[in-house]
C-alpha cells in the first residue's frame, strides 16, 4: 500500500476511528469489506493508519450522504486506483460533493465535530464562523453541510485569515465569471430549441462542465504551484548575508 504523501502511517485503529467520527467496528467493517486498505504492521504487528484511510473513510460517508448503498459505494471504490493519494481522494470526495443539494442543518456541537471530522477548540468554531460554515443558533450550530468538511480543512492551512477569505473571494469571483460566461454561450446554442431539449442539455452538460473546470483548475494549479516551487528564487538563498 502507499503510504501517505509525506508521512508514514500512524494512526491506531482507535485513532482513526475517532478522527473519522465512526466506531472501530464499522472501521474494521470497511476493511472486510475491501473498502478500506489494511493498515501497515508496525512492531508488535500492531496496524497503523494514514491520511488515505481517513481520506477514503471521507469518501464514503460522502457517497452514502448522496444515498448510495454499501454495494453501490463497493463497485464505485473498485473502479478507483488502490493506490491514491489523499490527495486524490480528496479530488474525488470533491467531486461527489459537488451533485449535494444546499444543506443547512442544525447540529449540536458533538454533531457539528462529528461531521467536521474531529474536536474544535473555540477558536476553530469561530473562524468557521467567520468563514460562513457554521452559525450559532438555539441549541447548536447552523451548519453548511456542503462546506463544513472543507472549512474544517482550511482550519490546518498554515494561512491566515485574511488569506483564506482573499483566496475564497478570488475562487467565488472566477466561478461566477465562467458560470456566466459559459451561461451565455449555452444559451445562444438552444435559443431556438423546445423547452424539453434545453432541460435535458443542462442535465446533461452540468457534471460535465464541472468535471471540466474541476479538472482544468487542479492542473492550472499544479503547474503554477510546479513553477512556483522549482523557480529561481528557490535556489537565492545564498544572497542573504
Known amino acids: 500500500m502507499t503510504t501517505t504523501d509525506t508521512e508514514e502511517p500512524t494512526l491506531t485503529i482507535d485513532e482513526l476511528a475517532a478522527r473519522a467520527g465512526i466506531t472501530v467496528r464499522t472501521v474494521r467493517f470497511y476493511g472486510t469489506k475491501g473498502l478500506l486498505p489494511p493498515p501497515v504492521l508496525g512492531p508488535r504487528r500492531v496496524g497503523h493508519y494514514g491520511r488515505e484511510h481517513l481520506a477514503r473513510l471521507a469518501l464514503i460517508e460522502e457517497l452514502q450522504q448522496q444515498g448510495m448503498t454499501l454495494a453501490g459505494i463497493e463497485r464505485y471504490l473498485r473502479q478507483l486506483p488502490p493506490d491514491l493519494s489523499a490527495h486524490d481522494l480528496a479530488i474525488h470526495r470533491a467531486v461527489v460533493a459537488s451533485w449535494a443539494p444546499e444543506s443547512v442543518e442544525t447540529v449540536t456541537r458533538a454533531e457539528l465535530e462529528r461531521r467536521a471530522g474531529g474536536p474544535l477548540g473555540e477558536e476553530d468554531v469561530e473562524r468557521l464562523v467567520a468563514m460562513g460554515v457554521v452559525r450559532p443558533a438555539d441549541g447548536g450550530y447552523e ?39 459559459l451561461s451565455q454561450l449555452f444559451r445562444g446554442e438552444v435559443a431556438e430549441r423546445d423547452a424539453r431539449d434545453v432541460r435535458s442539455l443542462s442535465a446533461h452538460m452540468h457534471p460535465l462542465v464541472v468535471q471540466a473546470l474541476l479538472t482544468a483548475f487542479q492542473r492550472s494549479l499544479k503547474e503554477e504551484l510546479g513553477e512556483w516551487l522549482t523557480g529561481p528564487s528557490q535556489s537565492g538563498g545564498s544572497d542573504a548575508g
Open 143 to 181: 451548519a453548511d453541510l456542503g462546506l463544513l468538511r472543507l472549512g474544517a480543512g482550511l482550519l490546518d492551512v498554515p494561512l491566515s485569515q485574511e488569506a483564506i477569505f482573499a483566496a475564497r473571494k478570488v475562487l467565488v469571483e472566477h466561478a461566477r465569471a465562467a458560470a456566466r460566461e
